[in-house]
Each structure stands twice: as structure tokens, then as C-alpha cells.
């Protein structure tokens, strides 16, 4: 091989190698935070999940050894503290160990079993990390190829209370306090879940066209279907539709005396809310929507027309909930 050749083949061989060298570095980098985690099992881990170009970073919480205990609860925090995809821990689990994984994209935790105590020998590391990575291979941590889907095992909770206005056009403006539960199957990956909400308004003048004052409350019953859609580990977006059962009750004074008239009412209400998590438990959702009758709801007292209830209702407010687990 001349000089020439050899100069040629050295250079397209740097060049070959430099692109081994920078991909994994462009490639888009996964952080896996550790909770008080043993030192062999950092370094087995740092070996398993380099070709990933994967992130670990270790956190020795005070209370770590509480953590173990309450882990799927306190994970949400750690990975709200420290912008984690994955948080990582060893816990007792009676007699043996588990260790677990906190998924913040699925917002799932997962586990399998740990063969001996820690502190972990290196072969005894090696092994539990490679537990790690095959769990991890259902989380955004894992490049896309190497990457399986996983389910979560159980569903998730909440229920939530809420207060806010609705404007009945043409009629005016209330306020509406209600009652909300919702359930997110696990089959679902927690994305689509079932919604349930009851309300009562506070009343609002109804215009009339009779002679004597006339108010109307709104009690509502609402079942419908959600979406979850995550924009990061404390905010996601929900879009739901439901169907909604209302009972329309009309409070007027006629010659001094009190006159109830109560009136059914049916339709559908579109809505959209934007929760945000703080802590482990606790969501903030500022929601709006609008009420669809579907056909007018009208009164007649004492042989006189009292007008109809406006077919179409904005509102909006917030939303406090407990969800778990």
C-alpha cells in the first residue's frame, strides 16, 4: 500500500469512527435518577445503559429509607424535582427485595424481584441491572427501536371538586359548583378513562314574559369519556365529551304565593382541561366547556308563557382533585 493509500484509508477510517462517536451523542439524551442507590449497582447500571447514551444521576434523599416504603407516592416528587424520565430505587418487599421503576411519560410504576439484599456484589449488580433494562425497554429512556409497549397494571383515580360561572346566553350569569370522579383503566395505558360529574347552579334570573319574577336552577348529571394527553411530568391536557341529564327547577312568586315547576333537559357537553400536579397527589384543572340541549326547555305557570331556558351554556373554572395511586 503506497503512503498515498494508507493516508486515504487512515482518514475514512477516522471518519467512520467519529460517526460511532457522535451519534450517540446527538442522539436525544434519557435521564434515570437513582434514590439512594447502591455504588455497584451505579456502576453496573452506567455500563448496561451506555450504549443509550442514557443519564445517571443519583439523589440520597433524608428520609430515603421512608422513600423505599411510600416509593410510587414520593417518586412523582423526585421526578418533579429533578426533571427525571425514569426514577429508579431498590425497596424491601417482605423477605426480598424489589426493585422499581417510575415511569413519569406513563406515570406507572414497575418492579421485579431482587435475589439478594443490598449491598450488592458486582455480579449480583450486574444482574439486577439488567432487570433495570429490560424495564426500562417500556419507557421513553430506551431508544425507539429497542423500545416494547408495556401496560400499567392498575388503573388510576380521581375524584375532584370544582367551582366556577356559566352564562346561559341571553339570561345572565351564575355561578356552578360541582362533584367529579373519573377512572383511567390500566388496559388504556391510563390515556382514555371514564368521567362522571354532578352540578348545581346557583340559580339565574330567567327573562320573562309574564308579570311576575321568575328564577331557574340547574341540577346536572353528567357521564362521558376523557383523554390524558401528557405535555410533561405535571401538566397534561384532557379533552372529553359527555352526555349530560339535567333537571331544570323554576322558582317564581305568583299573587304572593311560591310556584315550583321542575322541567327534564338532556344534551351533550364538549369540554377541555389542563391539569397540573403538585406533590404526588394533588391536580389543579382549569376547565371550560359548553352545554348542549338538545331541544329548549320552556314554562308555562297559571296558564302563562314564562319563557324558555337558553339551549346553549358556557362556563368554565377550576377543578381540585386527589388522584391515585
Known amino acids: 500500500m503506497t503512503h498515498r493509500s494508507y493516508r486515504s484509508a487512515s482518514t475514512v477510517a477516522v471518519a467512520l469512527a467519529s460517526l460511532f462517536v457522535v451519534r450517540p451523542a446527538s442522539a436525544e439524551s434519557r435521564t434515570v435518577v437513582a434514590v439512594a442507590p447502591d455504588p455497584q449497582l451505579v456502576r453496573a447500571l452506567d455500563v448496561a445503559l451506555a450504549p443509550w447514551g442514557t443519564n445517571i444521576t443519583e439523589v440520597h434523599p433524608i428520609d430515603a429509607e421512608a422513600f423505599t416504603v411510600m416509593a410510587p407516592d414520593r417518586a412523582r416528587a423526585i421526578a418533579q424535582d429533578t426533571r427525571a424520565d425514569v426514577v429508579l430505587w431498590v425497596s424491601p418487599d417482605g423477605d426480598h427485595y424489589q426493585v422499581w421503576i417510575y415511569d413519569v411519560a406513563s406515570d406507572h410504576a414497575s418492579s421485579r424481584p431482587v435475589d439478594a439484599a443490598p449491598p450488592f456484589d458486582p455480579t449480583t449488580a450486574a444482574a439486577v441491572a439488567l432487570s433495570v433494562k429490560a424495564l426500562l425497554r417500556s419507557t421513553v429512556v430506551a431508544p425507539a427501536p429497542e423500545r416494547t409497549p408495556s401496560v400499567p397494571e392498575e388503573p388510576s383515580w380521581g ?15 351564575e355561578g356552578r359548583f360541582g362533584l367529579q370522579a373519573s377512572a383511567w383503566p390500566a388496559a388504556l395505558a391510563h390515556r382514555l378513562g371514564f368521567l362522571i360529574d354532578a352540578s348545581v347552579g346557583t340559580g339565574v334570573p330567567l327573562h320573562s314574559l309574564a308579570l311576575f319574577p321568575a328564577t331557574v336552577r340547574e341540577y346536572a348529571f353528567e357521564a362521558g369519556l376523557g383523554a390524558h394527553l401528557p405535555v410533561s ?17 323554576l322558582d317564581a312568586t305568583l299573587n304572593q304565593e311560591p310556584v315550583h315547576a321542575l322541567r327534564p333537559a338532556a344534551g351533550l357537553v364538549p369540554a377541555v382541561s389542563a391539569p397540573v400536579t403538585f406533590g404526588t397527589r394533588l391536580r389543579l384543572a382549569p376547565w371550560v366547556g359548553l352545554t348542549i340541549l338538545t331541544l329548549g326547555v320552556g314554562f308555562n305557570v297559571a296558564g302563562k308563557d314564562q319563557g324558555q331556558v337558553s339551549r346553549f351554556t358556557p362556563e368554565g373554572g377550576l377543578r381540585a382533585e386527589l388522584v391515585w395511586p
Do not use: F, R, T
Not at 160 to 173: F, T
Not at 238 to 246: D, L, N, Y
Open 159 to 173: 375524584l375532584g371538586l370544582s367551582g366556577g360561572v356559566a352564562g346561559h346566553v341571553g339570561q345572565g350569569v
Open 233 to 249: 411530568s405535571s401538566l397534561a391536557v384532557e379533552p372529553s365529551m359527555s352526555a349530560v341529564v339535567a333537571l331544570i327547577d
